[in-house]
Structures are given as structure tokens and as C-alpha cells.
């Protein structure tokens, strides 16, 4: 191809790239001198002083300019045609989507197991709490609030706030009541979607933008109460010592009475987080379950309608409220159950739990994983919080970048290139493709682009 | 067929005002049973307001819509003439009245779901409104939602188990039918989004069906098809009134199609009434050719002459 462009246009493709990477680099050092280029800092004496960092300015300048040029210079500058992706590299896509779910569930079946065989008890716990355990709650959360976006098309950003109606509820009904973990988790589960249906029926009328800005606001509102009701919550302090799940009944003690006793075994600590882990897993599977056919059943194809086109669906006769009411109920209702097991595996809630980043982070796996595709979501959740988790990990950077370097810091950064590029390349999330409920001769996949985002 | 012309449809002094511009006023017609009735009349003359005063998208601000189901198991013991049920039903705070036969309905004290649901009125949009994202199956499955969910307390058929698997063959069924009927059977799987515009608009007709309607309302179905294409729907029309046993209500502008289907027609301009009568009675009538054909507009002369 590049042979065939005439002299001509390619030095006029290379000035264009030439200005437009210019005009990048202008807005990149307009973005950089307010926040890299002078920095305050304290001498000895604790006197401020402003130290100025041109060459960090300059790379970063640099680094946006060269961008830009390549990627102009590589890409003609009529904008290519939106190519769906093609359905046979999809179906192909699919087919492996068979098998991963059932592979993924095996491997996360292993996954303690394994851990502990290779880094022993005391090892594994931390690769156990801190990616297993971790990953499952935010794809349990991922896959409630899927239902919402994915399938009923409405943008909730406020979706934190069921997550802590169920956290403390636990955490109040067992320190205040000594009610048990089996029982609270039910509980719950009500009581969060009883708060879904609450924030469903003043936004009933409300879509796209303005239903996310109120729930926005609803997460806040409960983040707010939680804060300030001191006298139920403990404020900001939060409500510690919240009791230890049991293993039904048998607490993971190293007493006679505890559950290591109980199966002949040696206590190690790690024994509660493997039961928490496939506790957390068994929810998941029984979610993922229940959502798969749900999808097949009117309900969730009412969602699916509901999210292309809620008028339509009026036309068809169907109760749009109640349609609306139950998919926040049921989102609502898995994030409360998850906030359980949240507030059971921490032993201490605090308001900065919930913060509207969490909400954010939730959304994220949704919208990156694909709305809608169970699979996706699952994918997303362990390659942002894995990955995010990962870079903890990454202590051998600071052999590369000096001492000070802290992988820690950049998790973020590392995130938002990563939705930035995902948004470029994928724009409908890892699995963009939409597999019907029902055919008569043959499931057709439907690209991402044709389904709707509940716009409407 | 004396009762098959009962009155279906009575609308009476019905208005609809938008702040200070008054869409329709106080209109009144009644569309007839096995019938099709055409609205016809320049854009903005109140035609969409009227259709979605009647689906319940809008809630009227003064008058009555009152629509009468004859019960689909027993056609016939409906009686022909319900004007006396209607005024009590009118003076009680209920929204319907059974009668031997069937039932009748006061349709501005309804939902729109509920209209669909319970009074059998189906509708489509001048935009097409299809589940873009769904595949055609998918589309008529939804439309029956009503009979697909079942009972209240039915949880396992909420999750496709149980009883539900009768119901959805049932469904299944349904679709199958109405998509042979539409010509779209051979592209069931695919996605609504992805079809052609003709058969979108094929498509959102038998949806509409789907729902068993006793009356189907039509929002321009013939725009942008071609003569061919209209000539189909034509056919499709005429053999729904004549085999299905459904009455329909239709806006649009294509007079040829309207000539050719109607049995009664109705003409406004500016939200008021002024012409009713039969095709060939609104073809001679000189307050329409002035204001709605304009005497400018000769095609649409020679189309209504045709």
C-alpha cells in the first residue's frame, strides 16, 4: 500500500502528521506545566521552594510527540471504515469461550490447593486473600451488576452502596445480635435489594445520563449516612472485630472445638480463607448460574428488550416498571451478598470502603469485560484487580529503576492506558458479541455494535 | 356480517394539549370492528398524538376512549352495540366492564402495558422500534411476554423451568407462523438491526401480532418502501382484517395504499376533524383535497383518482 501513494501525498500525509503531533505536544506540555514542570518542596530550614523539572516535561512532551507521529504517519487520514468484527473469528472466539468457562472453573476449583502445595500454609495465605478471594468478590459484584448494565441497559454508578448496605448489615447483626454468618447472608441479600428497589422507584422515569447521575448520587448518600449515623456505624472508625465465619458452627480456632480438630488436621490460619474462597466461588457459580438462565427465560429477555428499547417494550405490554424494579432488586441483591462475605472476610467494615471509586472500578470490569457476557466480566476482573494486585508484587522493578521506584504508585496509570487502549480497540468490551436465547435453526452471534446501551 | 361492523374503537371529544399548542381537539370517531380505518390528514395534524393517546404513551388531557374486546373463544355472542355499558362504566372509577361475550375498556385510565396487555391494542412507530440487538425470534418472543411469564407465583418458569417449557413452545409456534406470514422465516436468527428497512417494517408488524391484538395501529407502515414492497403490505394488511379477525387503525400518507385498504376514513387538520366517511366519499370531498392535498399537489390527486 505505501508504494502506491504518490510522492505528493505522502509528503503532504507527512506535514499533516508532522502538525498534528505538534499540536498534541502542545497540549501535552499545556497539561504538564501546571502539574510536572514546578514542584513545591521543603528545605531544611522548612522553608517551601519551587524546584522545576523541564526534562520530565520535556520526555513527556517528547514521548506524546513521537506518539502521535507514528501513529499518524501509519494511519491514513481518512478515518478507516468500523469493521465489525467478523463473525467467524467471533464464533471461533466463542467456541474457546466454551471451554475457557469450564477450564477457569477448574482452575480456580485447583487454585488454593495448588497455592498451598506450592508456597505452604503460611504462603499461600496471602496469594489465597489477596488475588483469589479478591477477584471472586469483584466478580461476583461484576456479574450483579452486569444484570443492571449489561442486561437491563441502566448505568448504575451508585452501585457501592448495596455492597455496604450488605457489609454492615452483617457486620451490626452479628456484633450487635451475635446473629450468624448463614443467616446474615440472606438477610443481607433482602435488605440490599429492598435498597435497590428504593433507589428504582424514584429513577423509574429517568435514563442514560440522568439515572447515572442520581444513583451517583445514592451511593453517596449511603457512603454519607454511614460516615455521619455515628451512634449506629461508628463513623469513620468504622466497626471492627465483626466475628469470624465458621466453618457451620465450627470456627476456625486451633482449639479442640475448631475446625482443624474437627477433620484431624494441623490449624493453620489458611484453612478459613480456602473456605472463604470456595464459599465466595459457590456464590459465584450459583450467580452465573441463575443469570445464564435467566437470560433464557422472559424476565431477562424482558431486560435485554428493555436496554434496546423501553418504548417498544411499552408497545408489547411490558410492565416496564416491574421489569425495571426487579433487575435492581437482583443486582442489588448480589451486591449485598457480597458485601457480607466482604465484611466476614475483613473482620472491619469503614465508610472508605464504598467510596464512588469502587462503584467506578465495578463499572469497569462491566463495560471492559463486554456488557452482558458473563465471561467478559469474569476476564476483566482478574486482569484489572489481578493485574492492579500484580504490581504489589513487582518488587524486582526496583532493581531497574533505583530504590525509589515504587510499582505501587503507577497501578492506576497502568489502568487508565489500559481502558484507554481498550476503549480504542474494543470499544464494546472484550466479548462484544451477544449470543442469542433462542434460535430455530442455528444460534447466530449478534455483533456489539447492533445491541443497544439503554439509551434508549 | 352485521356484527363484525360493531363498533370497536369509540373515541369521543378527546383532547391533548402540549402547553399552549392543543394537538387534538375534541376529537370524535369510531372505528369500526373487522374493519380498516385510515387516519389521513397533513404532518402535524394531531394523527401520532391520536395514536398515542390510544396506546396510552400519552395521557389525554380531556375526552373518552372506550374499546370493546370480543373474547377470541366465542366471536359473535358479543352484542353490536355497547353505548349504555360504556356511560355506566364511564360514571364508575373502574377501567373495565365485562359483558356477555367480551369486554370493554376505558383506555385513558389504563398504562400503556395494560393496553396491550389486557385491551389487545397493538402498535408500531413511525421510527421503527425494533430490538436492533436482538435476533427476529427474539423479537416475537418478547412480544408475548404477557403469556410467556405466567403465573405470579410460578418461580421455577421465571427461571425457564417447569410449566414454562410448554408456554415457550407455544411461543415458538406463534413466531414461527407470523414470520412465514411476513416472508422473514429464513432469517429468524439474525440480528433485527441487521435487516433491510422493508423487512424491519415487516418485521415490526409481526411483532405487533405477536401480541394477539384485537385492534393493531399502524404509524405509517408504508413509509419508504418501495412500490413493490407496498403492494405487499397491501396484501398483508387486507388478509389480516379478512383472516385474522383483527381491526386495524392506520396513519399514512401513501394514498394508494390507503385507497386500496380502507373501509373508513378519517381526516384531520390542525388536531380537529374534518372529514369521515368511506374512501370513496373522502376522495370527492372538497375540504380535504383543500387542506390536506393542497391544489397544488397533482400526484396525490391523480393517486386518490386512481
Redesign the interface.
Known sequence: MEESLTPVRSRSRLKDALTGAAIAGAIMFGLCFPILAFRTDQNFSNELYLLSRWPAVAFAVGLVFVLRFTMLLRAPRAARPQAPPSPTLAGALQRLARYAGGAGVLALIAFPLVMVALLGPAGAQKWIDNFGIQILLYVLLGWGLNIVVGLAGLLDLGYVAFYAVGAYAYALLATYFGWSFWLCLPVAGLLAAAFGVALGLPVLRLRGDYLAIVTMAFGEIIRLVLTNWTALTNGDAGISSIPRITFFGWPFIAGPNGFAALFGLKFAPVHRLIFLFYLILALALCVNY?TR??R????G??F??L???E??????????VATKLTAFALGASIAGMAGALFAARQNFVSPTSFTFMESATILALVVLGGAGSQLGVALAAIVIIGGSELLRELDGLKQIFGPAFDPTQYRMLIVGIAMVGMMNWRPRGLIAL?T?????????L???A???EGRG | MARDKAPLLIVDQLTMRFGGLCAVDALDFTARGGEITALIGPNGAGKTTLFNCV???YRSCAGRIALARPDPDSPGAFRADWREELEELTRSTRRSARLEGGEIFLLERMA??????RAGV????QNI???????V??NL???Q??R??GPALDLA?????GA?RAR?RAA?ETA?FWLDRVGL?DR????A??LPYGAQRRLEIA??MA?APTLLCLDEPAAGLNPRESHELTALLLSLRDDHDVSILIIEHDMSVVMAISDHVVVLDHGVKIADGTARDIRQDEAVIKAYLGVADEADIAAMGA
Open positions: 441463575l438462565r435467566l433464557k427465560a422472559p424476565l429477555r424482558a435485554e428488550a436496554r434496546e428499547d418504548i417498544a417494550c411499552r408497545s408489547l405490554g411490558v410492565d416496564t451477544r442469542p436465547s433462542i434460535f430455530l435453526k442455528k444460534p447466530k449478534v455483533v456489539g447492533l445491541a443497544g | 396506546t396510552g404513551f400503556d402495558f395494560e393496553i396491550v396487555k397493538a402498535r408500531t412507530f422500534r425494533l430490538f436492533r440487538g436482538m435476533t425470534l427474539e418472543i418478547v412480544a411476554h404477557n410467556l411469564i418458569g421465571r427461571l425457564g423451568f414454562y415457550e415458538i414461527r422465516i429468524a436468527d439474525e440480528a438491526g441487521a411483532r405487533a401480541t
